[in-house]
Structures are given as C-alpha cells and as structure tokens.
C-alpha cells in the first residue's frame, strides 16, 4: 500500500474468485493481502463505486470507475498518510489528570473492598431470601 492517500478496498475469497480476471488487472498485493488502491470510494448503495486515477498507454490522465456489489468487500482502509486520519493504530497523548485543588490533603470517607475479599453474606441464614433490615416482600 504505497498510496499516500486514499482507499484499499479488499475482498472476500469467494468474490476474487467470482470476479476472476475481470478484477485481476485492478488488484495490488501486499502483506496484508491483494486489494484495489482507489483515490475515492462511494459505499452509499448496492454497489461499492471506487475511483482509480493512472496514466493510459498515451500517458494521459484517465479516471476509472470500479463498481462491485457491496456484499464481496470485506473492508475498506484508509491509507492516508495524514497521522491524525484513518484506520490505522493512533497514539493519542494522554492528558494529565485534573485534581481540584485540596484534594490531595483530604482523607478518604471510605475505602471499597478490594476484589480478593470475600463477599459479605447476609447475617440470618435461617431466613433466605431476605437481609439486615429488609422485609421479605408480601404477595
């Protein structure tokens, strides 16, 4: 993927199979697997639309549209090399924590129970079903 912006459609198994040469002439491989660079992707309908940009044999601009049901792409990447945009792995600083002020000085009104100590048990076990000041409810 050594696009600096845009799409890397992939497809699934199945749908490369289906499309068979047709797709061919379209498709980069890559460690992540063959997929199709596309400059601009359009997912709003039944069919998948994505633009290719290149150069023909005249060496003129030209402009393709690549159009595939929906249903044979398995995802779509963006490989945008603006850090601040895509699907890739982001690393985002953490900000540091706001404390108000005093806080730090205040002690604390009560300490949870930490998660390796056992589990209060209600005080009666003659009674299931009901706890410390609560009545069993009356139908």
Known sequence: MNESKGYAVFFFPQ???ILGDAIKPYLQ???AGAHVPCNEIDTGGALVEMTL???DAGNRDVALELMV????VRMVVSTRSDEGFGFGP???ARPEPVVAKGAL?????????SPSSPA???SSPETPGTSEGVEPSRA
Request: charge should be negative.
């Open 69 to 72: 049901p929906v249903s044979m």
């Open 90 to 92: 982001q690393v985002v």
């Open 120 to 122: 209060p048990t209600p």
């Open 105 to 113: 000085e205040a002690e604390p009104k009560s300490v949870p129970a």
């Open 29 to 31: 491989d890559s460690p």
């Open 53 to 55: 940009h290149g150069r």
């Open 15 to 17: 749908a490369l199979e």
